[in-house]
């Protein structure tokens, strides 16, 4: 007992003594220039950790770490400054995320903050990032909103689109294949019961029926739902060949085991976030193949290609195929905004929003605060999660439909 | 979905949530301490799992082997450790309840925070016996119908233990008066160590089990305790035989729910149910009998 209570009183030593480290160090950097200091609260732990460790948080960390091996952050003078990171875990609380913000912003002082992963995360700390007069470059928000955020505050930027843009494209994809007489006109749709699935869903029903396509099947179900072979069997009796679910990672993981138990094949498998983890695509293999979901990348993009190495190599896993690209290229067009104007938060914001910048994407510019340059719809094609909407961009991949049904294992 | 078909999904979810209960109810019945590390427990038993089944390529059912063991030794350990202490300074059943849920609360974030240390907060997740097995005409996956056969064969291997044997009364006598199974030569600290112990090790089966076809992250371990101790007290606490009923019931209730009302209203169904039970049998289903 007293070795282990010896450990206990040890360790207790070592927080307060990082603690008053971490404190001193900041204090430092507030009295004279010579880091920039960039913060950020974002979720480690809890509901949204799983997200945010693959999208956000390691994009973040291969940023900094080219940041660091570039000699810090260029400003307009030629002059390097190394960065300081100060770091929150918001526990996937938003009431955590918005005090997190709020102390980087007021006691922390930092000149920049990155924001948290997940739509409500971001609307909720957009208040604070303007009243503070931070530029926010939120990423891992799917809004129709982001027009009226954008004349609400001026400083926020966003860049996944909405959902209705997602399910336009989608609807679009599934017209042009009932109209060659691929697929028939009807679809079985399920949904999360949850912010991301009520977003798309609704975006979903009114884009099926613009394109005159008939929903046979659409229920929502709760947040960590495991079982799915009732809602499978029910589609699958429907006479749809389009199967939608706009699920969250774990769904979409058990959806893709379960249609795979009760050899279901639909011709069109749509499925939520989650379906362009590399994990999936290692996961599922050959049955991956054809797939379909939100995002997917140019399969013949140089640039993307290296990022999608270093990544790796940094990080030891590879970037999901949606959000993480479009992450590491918000901050490169932090990082090249302060370079052109330096650490002026209100100049940099303008910058972004009228500069065109080069990115791991290639030429970037936004549109009224917006990116609008994304891929809407992907599909696993030979292991590589392929962009196919919008059709008319440089580097579209052709759907490859119907899907083949499932391999036996 | 035919009825054969939903009776026979429902049974195949509900023996997870069986098999994930019924080390919560020894732990709590016998032992007598709420662990609320208890899917703590589970999903480090996931990861192991996954490490062997990923690193080592070791074939779950085989590291089943080594996990459950590990699993037993870290309940020993703990209950040497953390609650023993608890247990002999309490003067009666409520103090310790209260005592043990702060300590186990404390060992949650202990446990999670060295699995994010060590793992990230990523989702996990493997692939391993998915392959449809057909039973009057249903398909069922490989790797649930195991954790539905596991925890039958627990449960019922446990209950004939506790009720047949010598060493399943001296279980039963520390359940129901811990203060008074000295006075007939039991050694109550000995005893509930094991019981505890041995709820680590039917955690540990269950977090293996789980992993083959459910997706977990460092932070999931809330979850599993949440339904665990649903199943725990709606079964009666300490009681297995109600553990594995009530995880089967809430299987049912679920598919059936799913299937033909909406499967948005599962949760709530599930809840019903719970509140249905703790109004009319407050000591749970099998509560008070077959100790």
Redesign the interface.
């Known amino acids: 007992?007293t070795i282990?209570g010896g450990r206990v009183r040890l360790s207790a030593l070592g927080l307060i003594a990082g603690a008053l480290t971490l404190g001193a160090a900041a204090h430092a950097g507030a009295q004279d220039r010579d880091s920039v200091k960039i913060g950020y609260a974002v979720?480690?732990?809890?509901?949204n950790?799983?997200g945010?460790?693959?999208t956000t948080i390691p994009n973040y960390q291969l940023w900094l770490d080219d940041v660091k091996k570039n000699g810090g952050l260029e400003l307009p003078d030629g002059s390097k400054l190394p960065v300081e990171v100060i770091e929150y875990d918001d526990r996937s609380s938003a009431e955590e995320v918005v005090r997190a913000v709020e102390r980087l912003a007021t006691q922390d002082e930092v000149d920049f903050i990155l924001p948290p992963w997940g739509t409500g995360f971001n609307l909720a700390v957009a208040p604070l990032f303007d009243r503070y007069g931070y530029p926010q470059l939120a990423v891992s928000s799917v809004t129709d909103k982001a027009p009226e955020f954008v004349k609400r505050w001026k400083r926020s930027f966003w860049f996944l689109g909405g959902g209705a843009d997602y399910t336009d494209a989608l609807a679009d994809v599934l017209k042009t294949e009932i109209e060659a007489g691929t697929i028939n006109d009807k679809v079985a749709m399920?949904s999360v019961?949850d912010g991301f699935g009520i977003d798309l869903v609704t975006a979903a029903r009114e884009s099926f029926a613009d394109a005159g396509i008939e929903v046979v099947y659409d229920?929502?179900?709760?947040v960590?739902?495991?079982?799915y072979?009732?809602?499978i069997?029910?589609a699958s009796?429907s006479g749809a060949d389009t199967f939608v679910a706009f699920s969250y990672?774990?769904d979409t993981?058990?959806l893709t085991?379960?249609a795979?138990?009760?050899?279901y094949n639909p011709k069109v498998l749509y499925l939520g976030v989650?379906t362009g983890?590399p994990?999936y695509g290692k996961?599922?293999g050959e049955n991956a193949e054809g797939i379909m979901s939100l995002g997917g990348i140019d399969p013949n993009n140089e640039q993307n290609q290296v990022y999608r190495k270093r990544h790796e190599d940094l990080t030891g896993?590879g970037p999901d195929y949606w959000g993480s690209v479009i992450t590491y290229a918000s901050l490169q067009m932090l990082q090249e905004a302060i370079k052109r104007v330096g650490l002026d938060r209100e100049g940099v914001a303008e910058e972004l929003a009228s500069g065109t910048f080069e990115t791991v994407l290639g030429e970037t510019k936004l549109e009224d605060n917006q990116l609008r340059k994304l891929w809407w719809v992907g599909q696993w094609q030979n292991g590589v999660f392929a962009g196919l909407a919008p059709a008319d961009r440089p580097g579209a991949s052709k759907p490859v439909l119907p899907r083949k049904p499932w391999q036996k294992? | 979905?035919t009825l054969i078909?939903?009776l026979i999904?429902g049974l195949v979810?509900g023996g997870?949530y069986a098999l994930v209960a019924m080390g919560l109810t020894l732990q709590y019945g016998i032992a007598r301490i709420m662990n609320l590390a208890y899917g703590e427990t589970i999903i480090a038993a996931a990861f192991a799992a996954y490490l062997l089944q990923g690193a080592l390529g070791v074939n779950p059912l085989l590291g089943m082997l080594l996990v459950l063991p590990g699993g037993f030794v870290f309940g020993y350990i703990v209950y040497g450790?953390m609650m023993r202490?608890l247990v002999a300074r309490s003067q009666d059943r409520g103090n310790l309840e209260i005592d043990s849920i702060l300590a186990t609360f404390g060992l949650l974030f202990v446990i999670?925070g060295v699995m994010?240390v060590i793992f990230?907060?990523?989702?996990m997740?493997?692939?391993f016996l998915?392959?449809?097995v057909t039973i009057l005409g249903a398909?069922?996956?490989a790797n649930r119908l195991l954790a539905f056969v596991l925890a039958l064969t627990i449960g019922l291997t446990l209950y004939l233990l506790l009720t047949r044997t010598r060493w399943g009364t001296a279980l039963r006598a520390v359940a129901v008066a811990p203060q008074n199974a000295p006075l007939v030569g039991i050694d109550v600290n000995r005893t509930a160590r094991f019981a505890f112990a041995l709820g680590g090790a039917l955690a540990a089966a269950g977090g293996v089990v789980i992993s083959m076809?459910?997706?977990?992250?460092?932070?999931s371990g809330v979850?599993f305790t949440m339904k665990a101790l649903i199943v725990v007290i709606m079964g009666g606490v300490g009681n297995l035989l109600g553990a594995l009923s009530a995880g089967l019931i809430l299987?049912l209730v679920?598919?059936g729910v799913?299937?033909y009302i909406?499967?948005?209203l599962?949760?709530a169904a599930t809840y019903a149910i719970f509140l249905a039970i703790l109004l009319w049998r407050p000591q749970g289903l099998f509560g008070g009998a077959g100790r």
Do not use: C, H, R, W
């Not at chain 1, 229920?219 to 709760?222: A, G």
């Not at chain 1, 795979?260 to 050899?263: N, R």
């Not at chain 2, 990230?120 to 989702?123: A, L, V």
């Not at chain 2, 076809?213 to 932070?219: I, K, L, W």
């Open positions: 007992m282990f979720s480690k732990t809890g509901a950790a799983g945010a460790a693959i399920v019961a229920k929502t179900y709760p960590g739902t495991t079982d072979s009732p809602m069997n029910e009796s990672p774990p993981f058990a085991q379960q795979q138990i009760a050899d989650g983890f994990v996961n599922n896993q294992q | 979905m078909n939903v999904a979810l997870t450790l202490p999670q994010l990230g907060s990523n989702y997740s493997y692939s998915n392959v449809p398909n069922v996956a076809y459910q997706t977990f992250t460092a932070t979850v299987g679920e598919t799913a299937s909406d499967p948005g599962t949760l």
